[in-house]
């Protein structure tokens, strides 16, 4: 979805670099999603935010950070990669008033290589 | 905790009936969903059904329902070369203070052939 931007969108790095993957929506969504797509795993949730002083832990979020600048800007942290973060990363956004429909509109997604 | 299964790899011909099919453990669930990702893109919502419905219609999309099997399913009718993707079954789960999450099963690869 155009209204769901990531950069950037490809990214090779090296173990122990730190590596911060960026993610904007135009949507004025209060909600966003970061997850990581490994191949025959699905998406796995690593952080959501419910508004900018919400911040929570997904279900992998060990050996990642996030910060939430803006309600439109939800940033993904690697302090110190190690190849087995190597995946597809999608950051995500939806919106509260929707009630009960938790409909989520995705980014294009970064693919991230640790070598 | 909560699981959402669906088989990995399906093949149809050009202009046959696709079934994509999914299972889901939170009976609490109030909206399921199907999502789309083509090569190289984000997901993308294709249909959704609340949960108190059996079956949705949306063009050559047909959504099943079987909450008591806690089974979803996905017909695609005259199945398109440009309906190559990976296909997301998803449910909507109750995490920490009653916030509403998805979960997301492993996406079925399906494969038209010509």
């Known amino acids: 979805d155009a209204d769901v931007t990531q950069t950037p969108r490809n990214r090779i790095t090296k173990t122990g670099k730190r590596i911060m993957l960026e993610c904007s929506q135009t949507k004025g969504h209060d909600r966003m999603y970061w997850y990581r797509q490994d191949p025959g795993l699905g998406l796995q949730l690593i952080y959501y935010?419910?508004?900018?002083?919400?911040?929570n832990k997904g279900e992998i979020s060990d050996g990642y950070s996030v910060s939430r600048q803006a309600q439109a800007k939800f940033s993904l942290s690697l302090e110190s990669a190690i190849p087995n973060q190597t995946a597809l990363y999608f950051c995500a956004t939806s919106d509260t008033r929707t009630s009960g429909r938790s409909e989520q509109f995705f980014g294009p997604g970064t693919r991230l290589t640790v070598l | 905790g909560e699981d959402v299964e669906q088989s990995l790899f399906l093949s149809v011909r050009e202009g046959d009936s696709s079934v994509i099919n999914c299972t889901y453990t939170?009976?609490?669930?109030?909206?399921l969903y199907w999502y789309k990702q083509e090569p190289g893109a984000g997901l993308q919502l294709l249909t959704y059904i609340f949960s108190n419905m059996d079956m949705k219609q949306d063009q050559r999309l047909t959504v099943l329902l079987n909450k008591k099997d806690k089974h979803l399913s996905l017909r695609i009718a005259d199945t398109q070369t440009g309906d190559s993707a990976i296909y997301f079954c998803?449910?909507?789960?109750?995490?920490?203070?009653?916030?509403?999450?998805?979960?997301f099963g492993s996406g079925t690869q399906l494969t038209v052939l010509p």
């Open positions: 939170d009976s609490s669930s109030t909206y």
């Open positions: 935010s419910f508004d900018v002083k919400d911040i």
């Open positions: 998803a449910e909507t789960v109750i995490s920490s203070g009653s916030a509403r999450q998805l979960t």
